[in-house]
């Protein structure tokens, strides 16, 4: 039973380690197009209006 149970913690230690390994290689790889919508315009003068169209 000791041994069974042994079993059954290393695996879904293994499974939770995989999946949060996959979980981070899909971020990594998506990532840009999760955040390709933010952009930020700084100057030190008013900006044209024009700009935004």
């Known amino acids: 039973m000791l041994l069974l ?3 059954l913690a290393v695996a879904a230690l293994l ?5 949060a390994d996959r979980m ?3 971020l990594a790889r998506d ?3 999760m955040i390709a919508a933010d ?3 700084r100057a030190n003068h008013p900006v044209d ?3 935004a169209d």
């Open 39 to 41: 952009f930020v315009v």
């Open 31 to 33: 990532g840009q197009q």
């Open 49 to 51: 209006p024009m700009f």
């Open 24 to 26: 981070r290689q899909g």
């Open 15 to 19: 499974s939770g380690g995989f999946l």
């Open 5 to 7: 149970a042994l079993v």
